[in-house]
């Protein structure tokens, strides 16, 4: 592993649907954030984490949750899926202040 | 809370020539201004960044200038080359709450042509 990976790099979900997005780094960052980047409105942070076993809310928190058991790994986790939440997903890890991004998960739900 | 506005939404150049993207902030609290690059189907990339203590930054062709009276810091990028073309996003960072906030702008769609 190399940096920051994401699982699966796309997918359409039927609304109603349960899903997790994957998030594992290799850095030993203890910072980590999830964002979702929708067209017009650039990046939007959805949860974060600030070291393993703490997690906090963002900017737009509603429909979605995470968990920090661990250092490398960040899942987000769509309870019951809505149109709404049809965007790119992006994780990251930070360290002094530099955010460092993953390749995204394209979400559509149906 | 913090809002970015970035201009323009979109920008063509041709190679060779330069590029400028503009961004102000609103919250004076904001002490770090990094700038992404993202290209399709990739996720965003630190090209440079500055502090509020400095005014202008300089990394081969790419330059970061910040007013922080006027709260707006503009990215220069001289001899464009096909290579640069890409969406760039701005940003404006704090610590808040224990957690590192970034607000981002909405992206510059850049162009270069051959």
């Known amino acids: 592993i190399a940096g920051i990976t994401q699982a699966p790099t796309s997918q359409i979900l039927a609304a109603g649907r349960r899903m997790t997005l994957r998030c594992t780094q290799d850095?030993?960052?203890?910072?980590m954030y999830w964002y979702r980047q929708d067209l017009g409105l650039g990046l939007r942070l959805i949860h974060y984490?600030?070291?393993?076993?703490?997690?906090g809310k963002g900017e737009v928190p509603d429909g979605y949750s995470v968990s920090r058991a661990n250092t490398d790994d960040f899942p987000l986790t769509l309870a019951s899926a809505v149109p709404s939440q049809t965007s790119v997903y992006f994780c990251?890890?930070?360290?002094?202040?530099?955010?460092?991004f993953g390749p995204g998960t394209r979400l559509t739900v149906l | 809370g913090e809002n970015v506005e970035q201009h323009p939404s979109t920008l063509s150049v041709q190679e060779g020539d330069s590029a400028v993207i503009k961004c102000t902030y609103s919250?004076?609290?904001?002490?770090?201004f990094p700038w992404y690059k993202q290209e399709l189907g990739k996720g965003p990339q630190l090209i440079i960044d500055?502090?509020?203590?400095?005014g202008e930054k300089k990394d081969q062709r790419i330059a970061v200038t910040l007013n922080k009276t006027a709260k707006h810091f503009s990215l220069h990028i001289t001899e464009t080359q096909p290579e640069d073309s890409a969406v760039y996003f701005c940003?404006?960072?704090?610590?808040?709450?224990?957690?590192?906030?970034?607000?981002f702008g909405t992206g510059t769609k850049l162009q270069v042509i051959p």
């Open positions: 984490s600030n070291t393993a076993g703490t997690t």
């Open positions: 919250d004076s609290a904001s002490n770090y």
């Open positions: 500055i502090r509020s203590n400095v």
């Open positions: 850095m030993r960052h203890n910072a």
């Open positions: 990251a890890t930070e360290i002094h202040n530099e955010q460092f």
């Open positions: 940003a404006a960072s704090m610590n808040s709450g224990g957690y590192q906030k970034v607000t």
